[in-house]
């Protein structure tokens, strides 16, 4: 069965700092996708990455980016200069048998405050 | 930009009430979902529709039914509501159910009470 952990329940930092959240999952699939999701206060889910197992290239997008190492079964995502705008849940997910929505698994969370 | 558009935003229940949440969205998808939210258990399927005319059940779909009414539109209806349903919902849609094309993009959630 497929599992996602993100063992960073909260996470508090000073605004500008580096911060970067973990996910580990476990999968028996070779052929899987990986999510991160941000959770603003106001509520909705925000799409901000996707990444399938064959590509291993780590990404970046402005302040942010994300390291994917199969070896560790990991896909780290690391907010650079952080802002209080980024204060929110982010999520990890995980989706097995090429995608299939139907078997997305999310992680528990992470809840970055950034104080200014 | 719509997007996933879902309502009512909130809404409070008696115990024993009827409601269906209504959900569209406006990105041509074929797959649509609905989701619940619980502190500390991330989201959990509750059914999907991997296309137009097809439904079926997720991880969660007791005390719930849902109706893909047409390409744009998913409903999740609660015949009963029990203090257990309290929860956040979200819709979300994706193109395809499957494959690279499998990006599932949420609206904006309804938080329900029931009580």
């Known amino acids: 069965a497929q599992k996602v952990t993100q063992a960073q329940t909260e996470i508090s930092v000073v605004e500008k700092e580096d911060v970067t959240l973990d996910c580990v999952y476990e999968t028996r699939d070779t052929t899987y996708y990986l999510f991160w999701y941000k959770q603003p206060p106001s509520g909705e889910l925000v799409f901000l990455i996707r990444?399938?197992?064959?590509?291993?290239q780590n990404e970046i997008s402005g302040r942010y980016s994300w390291n994917f190492q199969k070896s560790t079964s990991s896909f780290n995502f690391t907010i650079t200069a952080s802002q209080v705008v980024d204060s929110a849940v982010y999520f990890c997910?995980?989706?097995?048998?090429?995608?299939?929505?139907?078997?997305?698994?999310f992680g528990s969370g992470t809840q970055l405050t950034v104080l200014p | 930009n719509a997007g996933v558009t879902q309502t009512p935003k909130f809404q409070v229940l008696k115990t024993g009430q009827s409601m269906t949440l209504q959900c569209a969205q406006d990105m041509n998808h074929n797959s649509m979902y609905w989701y619940r939210q619980d502190p500390g258990m991330g989201l959990r399927l509750i059914y999907y529709?991997?296309?137009?005319?097809?439904?079926d059940k997720g991880e969660v779909p007791n005390g719930y039914n849902v109706s893909r009414l047409n390409k744009r539109e998913f409903s999740l209806r609660l015949e009963s509501a029990a203090p257990s349903q309290t929860s956040v919902y979200f819709c979300a849609s994706s193109e395809a159910e499957t494959g690279a094309g499998n990006t599932i993009y949420f609206g904006e959630g309804s938080w329900l009470t029931v009580v």
């Open positions: 997910a995980l989706s097995e048998a090429w995608g299939s929505a139907r078997q997305l698994t």
């Open positions: 529709s991997a296309s137009e005319g097809t439904t």
């Open positions: 990444r399938n197992s064959f590509d291993e």
